[in-house]
């Protein structure tokens, strides 16, 4: 029997392509033979040809799909695309989201409505993995891949010799060849070079904007693009789009980690080859050739916390029985209560495990099976092209954490990337670790969906407790520009800005720039909420100014078609903002019309216009 089925992935920061590459591997375990492509290089024409294709796939913006996805999806949403198109295809949409977003999987939701409607069969239930969750996206991800795989038996039944049980016990080739030369007699120097889909800033300015000894670390990033500009392919930027930073582990893990496994920094790698071409892509943020020490310093992510298939794997490579075992127990389903307290609560990344199984012997090339590469970090940035065209300005919480049980203080990836960097703007205060890369930080723009309304009269609601206002400290900067270069004398529209802190003379930074915004009419209105300088040790939040102000964001909202946009960390502060925006719209309605039937899905309706119209926008993290 031909056991096919194709698999299309449409990343952008590389989960998908991870996620889809599991998914491959497992299958060929159940005798399936599937073929894995990126929707980049995927025909849109064959897709009704297809008997089984499975999608996975994240959601970007607001709501949107992947950019790599676009073209297909508009193919998709043509008007004259028969009922029945895929009447002989039957499909399966596996989502990776965050639900701390109010567009939570939504790409992956409107895929399987629309498959649907042009004539094509679900397998199965949509699969909506959640970041939130305690076990992050593997939750779902395993869950309902058992669910698919269970479908495609029934559509492709093993061969009658087929032997269930050896499945888990079963070590599956590496996913690639790895050319190494380990002599490197000439101790040749191969400089590492960033991926391409990059761009080289520079580092110019680092500088805390928090009291220094505060709890709270928060800098201010400026990198400069002016180089970046000259090229052939140019940088550009807009107010509201986010820069993705590539960082570096730190040096110290980095030799602690070769030293770990056994390896030698001076190893290159010469070439990487996908063993079966049809279920596995070739690194995309990799150049060849590459040291190991380049490899291990820039692309394996070992300040990351491995997911379940990595204790799964791992299990193969150590000596000792009851290393072993607890490895088989990690991986299991009972075994997921004690791997999340293990793992995930305690925060460990891959170096803290591996030195916890002592007798791991991992051959070189499942390091890729093992380990993901790191993925670049998003931020939203806090400047206008219009205003800053040969800068990209970044506003940037230091991310310190202990750990709950073994006590570690430790800080993320990215924030120790920055940290090794300049202290401060004096370029002669260097403290990285990494001098002769000129401080090159890499970086790519996209567009995030938040964009200031077309027109400058429009009146605009801002709030962005903490870091969240670096959009809209880009959104003034553009205010200000225009207010400078107005030829016609165009109005500025009312803007709203609510900022959060929580202390005035600890945390409140841009403050003298707000302050002048509001002085020259940039914005209309700033309320700052000092969540830890309330009287009685009452804390004061943003929603609270905003509940205050109902009857003039009333206004905006509804009589002057204004837009609301949330800025800020995932959490309460979102939800929070978002009930008191329909707390007022409520009270509004009924101020207006006395008649309280339905008012709970009349409120829902106008706020789902507001959606719809995208004139609520919310960027959380």
Request: proline share 5%; hydrophobic share 35%.
């Amino acid at each position: 029997m031909n056991k096919k089925c194709t698999i299309i992935y449409a990343t952008e920061s590389g989960t998908s392509q991870e996620v889809a590459e599991k998914l491959s591997r497992d299958l060929v375990s159940y005798e399936i033979k599937p073929k894995l492509i990126d929707v980049t290089n995927y025909n849109k024409l064959e897709l009704p040809m297809e008997k089984i294709v499975i999608f996975v796939l994240s959601t970007t913006g607001h709501g949107e799909v992947p950019d790599p996805m676009k073209p297909l999806w508009n193919f998709l949403l043509i008007k004259s695309l028969p009922s029945n198109s895929l009447a002989n295809t039957k499909f399966a949409i596996l989502g990776l989201g965050d639900s701390s977003y109010t567009t939570y999987n939504f790409a992956a939701k409107k895929l399987y409505q629309r498959l649907q409607s042009i004539g094509g069969t679900p397998l199965l239930r949509r699969g909506d993995a959640d970041d939130q969750h305690d076990l992050g996206i593997d939750y779902e991800v395993e869950k309902w891949s058992q669910e698919l795989i269970s479908k495609l038996l029934a559509i492709y039944p093993l061969s009658p010799n087929f032997n269930i049980n050896n499945i888990k016990n079963q070590l599956n080739k590496s996913k690639y060849n790895i050319k190494i030369d380990k002599i490197n007699e000439n101790n040749k120097e191969i400089k590492y070079e960033i991926p391409t889909q990059f761009y080289k800033s520079k580092l110019k300015v680092n500088k805390r904007i928090t009291v220094e000894g505060w709890e709270q670390d928060v800098r201010h990033i400026e990198l400069d693009i002016s180089e970046c500009r000259d090229l052939q392919v140019p940088i550009k930027y807009q107010s509201g789009d986010v820069a993705y930073v590539l960082p570096k582990n730190p040096i110290k893990r980095v030799n602690e980690f070769i030293e770990l496994l056994g390896l030698h920094s001076n190893w290159v790698i010469e070439s990487i080859e996908p063993i079966d071409k049809e279920i596995t892509q070739s690194p995309t943020l990799l150049k060849l050739p590459i040291t190991i020490y380049d490899l291990v310093r820039c692309y394996f992510d070992i300040m990351g916390s491995p997911r379940r298939y990595f204790f799964e794997l791992l299990s193969h490579f150590v000596t000792n029985p009851m290393e072993k075992e607890r490895l088989e127990f990690f991986s299991s389903t009972e075994g997921q209560d004690d791997l999340r307290t293990y793992n995930q609560k305690e925060k460990r990344n891959f170096i803290d495990v591996l030195k916890e199984f002592p007798s791991t012997e991992i051959p070189f090339e499942y390091l890729f099976d093992l380990i993901p590469p790191i993925k670049p970090r998003p931020f939203s940035i806090s400047s206008s092209s219009l205003l800053n065209p040969n800068t990209i300005h970044l506003t940037v919480g230091i991310n310190t954490y202990t750990t709950p049980f073994r006590r570690l203080f430790r800080t993320g990836l990215c924030s120790q990337y920055f940290k090794s960097f300049l202290n401060d703007d004096n370029n002669n205060n260097n403290n990285n670790d990494d001098d002769d890369d000129n401080h090159i930080v890499p970086i790519f723009i996209k567009e995030s969906g938040a964009r200031l309304p077309k027109s400058n009269e429009t009146p605009i609601i801002m709030v962005g407790p903490g870091t969240g206002c670096a959009i809209f400290r880009s959104f003034m900067q553009e205010r200000l520009y225009f207010k400078n270069n107005n030829e016609n004398n165009n109005k500025l529209g009312d803007a709203l800005f609510y900022f959060g802190c929580r202390s005035e003379s600890k945390d409140y930074y841009y403050r003298d720039e707000f302050e002048s915004n509001l002085e020259k009419g940039i914005i209309s209105k700033l309320s700052v909420a000092f969540s830890r300088d309330g009287k009685d040790g009452k804390k004061v939040y943003v929603q609270q100014y905003i509940e205050n102000d109902s009857d003039l964001i009333w206004d905006i909202i509804n009589n002057r078609h204004g837009y609301f946009y949330i800025s800020g960390s995932s959490g309460r502060m979102p939800k929070d903002v978002k009930q008191s925006l329909l707390t007022i719209i409520k009270s509004s309605l009924l101020k207006n019309n006395n008649n309280e039937n339905n008012i709970d899905e009349i409120v829902n309706n106008y706020f789902e216009k507001l959606e719809v119209e995208k004139r609520f926008i919310t960027e959380t993290w």
